[in-house]
């Protein structure tokens, strides 16, 4: 996984094009109509319920603009909301709070989503040992922030990107030449290159399970739309020799069938392509 100065950087990254893209040469709306020296508070409402994420983001967005903005929480990530409740309070210039409002209520919609989305896998899988991974399913130029989300939430990162873990699926297999050919491949490059990363196999069937156990150096072999009969006969073939994932259209009211089949873990796109923003408004006060 990527270090957190790795993660700091994307973070970063993703607010200063944000605001690049927002503002441009200036936002002419509030500098048309409000004085430079105006001060002003507004309050982050709820109108929608659900598990709020992003205000550390927020704080982040608005430190950024303006440095003498104050922001006081009053509900925290992670946290349950309903409507009318209030998440925090900022506080300062007026032309720095409206500059900074749309990067802020964009990135909270977004992630407070992702994160009611990925608490309702985590409560489904309560009581047994796996866990719930997103993908790379995410939206181009905000990862960071979706992928954050989902960890506010209880759920866990997959990889960050194809730079901090080797994927072998389906298509590199097959370009390779096979299974253990791409395997045998992927650890003589590590070693010629010096790496230091994890491998994770993809197996369409238990033929391909078997193979894969015959060769050295895979840490989890992704279980690609099995049926819940040949997911337990697979975990049983492997027997804790590696880690193990369960994919392919898992959803809501299928997830705690394959946790119960003893997979380590499930994977999850819709944690991040297919949500519904929570509404929520940043109004002056």
């Known amino acids: 996984m990527i270090s957190v100065e790795q993660f700091q950087k994307e973070l970063e990254i993703i607010i200063t094009n944000a605001i690049r893209e927002d503002v441009g040469d200036g936002d002419h709306s509030s500098l048309a ?8 508070k507004a309050k982050l409402l709820v109108k929608d319920e659900g598990i709020i994420a992003g205000v550390e983001f927020a704080k982040m967005v608005f430190q950024h603009v303006d440095p003498n903005l104050e922001v006081e929480v009053f509900i925290q990530d992670g946290s349950n909301v309903k409507y009318g409740d209030v998440v925090f309070h900022v506080s300062g210039s007026s032309q720095s709070i409206l500059k900074a409002e749309r990067l802020v209520l964009n990135a909270m919609q977004r992630m407070s989503a992702i994160a009611t989305k990925t608490k309702v896998f985590v409560d489904l899988l309560g009581g047994t040992k796996t866990k719930i991974l997103d993908t790379r399913k995410t939206t181009p130029g905000i990862r960071a922030i979706e992928k954050w989300a989902v960890k506010i939430a209880g759920g866990e990162n997959h990889r960050f990107a194809l730079y901090d873990m080797i994927m072998l699926k389906d298509n590199h297999n097959d370009f390779a ?27 369409r069937n238990l033929d391909e399970v078997a193979e894969i156990l015959r060769n ?3 840490y989890r072999i992704l279980l690609d739309n099995f049926n819940f009969e040949d997911t337990k006969k697979a ?12 994919s392919g259209g898992i959803n809501e009211k299928t997830v705690r069938q394959y946790a119960e089949c003893g997979v380590d873990f499930v994977s999850s796109g819709a944690l991040t392509h297919s949500i519904y923003n929570m509404d929520l408004s940043l109004k002056a006060i």
Do not use: R
Request: aromatic letters at 2%.
């Open 177 to 203: 030449g096979g299974i253990s050919q791409a395997i045998e491949k992927t650890n003589a490059y590590l070693k010629a290159h010096n790496l230091d990363l994890k491998i994770i196999v993809e197996a």
């Open 235 to 246: 975990v049983e073939m492997i027997g804790g020799k590696c880690l193990t994932e369960s």
């Open 216 to 218: 050295e150096g895979v």
């Open 33 to 40: 109509c409000i004085p430079a020296s105006a001060t002003g």
